[in-house]
């Protein structure tokens, strides 16, 4: 387990009142993970403005050249959009780039028109790896270190949680096929004494799908922190999505990015001072 660990939002779309930091559409994180003395930091997604993410990092004194991994949570461009860039600015060789091995695949959309909406040319695997990354490809739960691990893919299992947004894909044999979003996956981290702080990109597999996935019978939830990719659904499915995560007693919910309006006050209705919203520059400590 970790003894201490600190997230901080480097880029969400949303900034504090009279905050000097930028929002984007998009969503990065700046994690601070300590055990036994040693503290290893971890970049989750980029967002998609490479220039706002990094005037972000100069103004919260985020030391990014530290970056021990960088973890991707899915594929879309608003969560990958300009690594290379982010790359660069770390200035090392072989920095560990872990995620699913499906991240470089064709994932579009088509309302209202055609659109690719995942990796975007600059950002592909050789790209990266010109700009020092070391790809960790990899479908399964993946630990970075006691108490701090990737959920790998998530089993689907709920009867009310969906994707969230209509997207394609193509078969091995060229053929239009829904994409399920198989890469989503998230960060599991373990505290001493407090439990299990969960941080996630947009939840495409289903935030309750995640949480039955990840957390052992009798563990306590200390957090999620992330999007959720509520925006677009239904009541009936907030409702839902909001009573079973309620079940969990968690102690914080910082949700926002892509979890929308109504799904924030449901939570806030629901959780009251658990819940706060996301925004760039928040910072939450686990110890």
């Not at 608003?78 to 995620?99: F, M, S, Y």
């Not at 409702?239 to 007693?249: D, F, H, W």
């Not at 996301?278 to 910072?283: E, F, I, M, T, Y």
Request: aromatic share 6%.
């Amino acid at each position: 387990m970790l003894d201490k660990l600190t997230v901080t939002v480097l880029a969400e779309d949303s900034v504090p009142y009279e905050s000097p930091l930028l929002g984007q559409h998009g969503v990065s994180f700046w994690l601070e993970a300590e055990r036994n003395g040693i503290t290893k930091r971890v970049l989750v997604d980029v967002g998609q403005n490479p220039e706002a993410l990094l005037f972000n990092v100069g103004k919260l004194g985020i030391p990014l050249r530290e970056a021990d991994a960088v973890v991707l949570t899915h594929c879309h461009y608003d969560h990958t959009q300009g690594l290379t860039r982010i790359l660069e600015a770390i200035g090392r060789k072989n920095v560990p780039v872990i995620a699913h091995p499906a991240l470089f695949r064709l994932n579009f959309v088509t309302d209202p028109f055609f659109q690719h909406v995942g990796v975007m040319q600059g950002d592909r695997a050789e790209d990266l790896r010109a700009a020092g990354a070391e790809l960790v490809l990899v479908s399964g739960p993946l630990q970075l270190m006691p108490g701090l691990s990737t959920t790998g893919e998530v089993p689907r299992v709920t009867d009310f949680e969906e994707v969230g947004i209509a997207l394609s894909t193509l078969d091995e044999n060229g053929r239009v096929v829904p994409d399920s979003m198989p890469d989503d996956l998230s960060l599991a981290a373990r505290i001493e004494g407090k439990g299990l702080a969960l941080v996630t990109g947009c939840s495409h597999a289903g935030i309750i799908n995640i949480l039955r996935h990840v957390l052992t019978p009798g563990e306590k939830l200390e957090a999620v922190i992330g999007g959720l990719h509520l925006v677009e659904a239904p009541d009936e499915r907030i409702e839902k999505t909001v009573e079973a995560l309620a079940g969990y007693s968690p102690s914080l919910v910082a949700a926002g990015h892509c979890t929308g309006f109504r799904a924030q006050a449901a939570l806030y209705r629901v959780l009251g001072k658990r819940f706060t919203p996301l925004g760039s520059g928040a910072v939450f400590r686990f110890s």
